[in-house]
């Protein structure tokens, strides 16, 4: 059975008119299968879907990003991997389902992935803890992480999941260390790695796997501090206000390429990427090959200072150092003006006459 969004009301009535016109039983007995109107009921489908996809705001981006049919990680790493071992567990407590990490082949060349999965149905979503890692599956990627980096292995992760676990048990074994040492751990490694954005990308769960030297992200997919309903209950105290939230936090794959936080975006097959596996599939598959050749002739050195570079490139093309030769310069790029006032105040003699300037211009005003 599909699943349809509240803003497909007219592609759900149109889909539900071509199954019964494709079935030769009706009320009325048996009856010719009438291939002119379904061809037609068709070019509407894929005209309104163009028409709905070419426009969507980024709350209606967010619930494609959520789609129950969207292909999850297990479905990327069954189809574009070869020869993939699964191995679990971080050698401190135990394993977390909610995350699939293991060697595999791609193109015949071994890769490590990992990849946060949501799962398919109820069943599955429950034991999968709906894509929310715990601190145990942190440090599963990361003991996997620099086994890799180890043997010189390329590393791909699959991201999709809401954050990760706030619960009183992940609390307890060390969540918000597990997250800081996963991104320690991904910006150390001298292999190159790739986060692909595939369906939520939200707050430190997704960041904790994906300082990456590429972030890619799916047409439709999301990534943010936080969600648009956390966002309007913190800041409004409404979380209905999930649309203004969602076009303030800039969440959207589009907004996320032109402020350079991410690198590429793969395009979907209309009406997102559920409704033609077989193309998203090939789309992502291009994506990893054209990136990993990209990479290949690279040193770990220069692997290293490129995903150092990439991050420390984010946010200065306005007011911050944007010179690639000054990347390794924290501080903010001030003007004459700044150091002429800095200056001068750092002398106390300047600092008294100053002062002394100010209490006089203020008798004068008061007297006169």
């Known amino acids: 059975m599909k699943n349809y969004l509240n803003f497909e009301s007219d592609i759900k009535n149109l889909e539900v008119e071509i199954e019964k016109l494709k079935d030769p039983y009706n009320q ?8 002119k109107k379904i061809s037609q009921s068709q070019e509407e489908i894929d005209r309104k879907l163009k028409e709905i996809y070419s ?30 071992i699964p191995l679990s567990g971080d050698r401190f407590y135990g394993e977390d389902e909610a995350v699939l990490t293991g060697f595999a082949k791609f ?22 803890n709906f894509g929310m890692m715990r601190p145990e599956g942190y440090r599963k990627t990361i003991r996997l992480m620099k086994l890799a980096n180890k043997f010189n292995i390329p590393i791909i992760s699959f991201i999709d999941t809401p954050g990760a676990y706030p619960g009183v048990g ?9 997250i800081a040492k996963s991104i320690e751990c991904c910006m150390s490694l001298s292999v190159p790695t790739f986060a692909i954005v595939i369906g939520e990308g939200g707050s430190g769960g997704a ?18 501090v936080i969600s648009p309903e956390g966002c309007a209950t913190i800041l409004w105290r409404d979380s209905k206000r999930t649309l203004d ?22 395009p979907e097959p209309v009406g997102g990427a559920h409704r033609d596996r077989d193309l998203i599939l090939k789309n992502v598959r ?33 007011g911050f150092v944007n010179q690639s030769d000054s990347l390794n310069a924290l501080s903010i790029k001030k003007n004459n003006i700044n150091t002429f006032l800095q200056n001068f105040f750092r002398s106390k003699i300047n600092l008294r006459i100053s002062i002394g300037v100010i209490i006089l211009l203020g008798c004068l005003i008061f007297f006169l």
């Open 107 to 128: 193109n015949e060349k071994s890769v490590l992935v990992i990849g946060q999965e949501k799962g398919d149905n109820l069943e599955t979503r429950i034991e999968r």
């Open 55 to 84: 426009n969507l705001d980024p709350w209606q981006i967010t619930l494609v990003a959520r789609h129950e049919d969207r292909p999850k990680a297990k479905f990327f790493i069954d189809n574009l991997f070869d020869d993939f």
């Open 286 to 318: 291009n994506s990893i090959e054209r990136n990993l050749d990209e990479f290949l002739s690279m040193s770990g050195e220069e692997v290293l200072n490129h995903r150092k570079d990439k991050f420390l490139t984010i946010g200065r093309s306005k």
């Open 245 to 266: 939230a969602a076009k303030a936090m800039k969440l959207s794959s589009k907004d996320l390429l032109e402020l350079k936080v991410i690198d590429e975006i793969i």
């Open 28 to 35: 009325d007995g048996l009856s010719e299968i009438d291939t």
């Open 170 to 178: 992940a609390e307890e074994r060390g969540q918000a260390e597990a």
């Open 207 to 224: 960041i904790a796997l994906a300082s990456s030297n590429k972030v890619i992200m799916l047409e439709n997919s999301i990534y943010s």
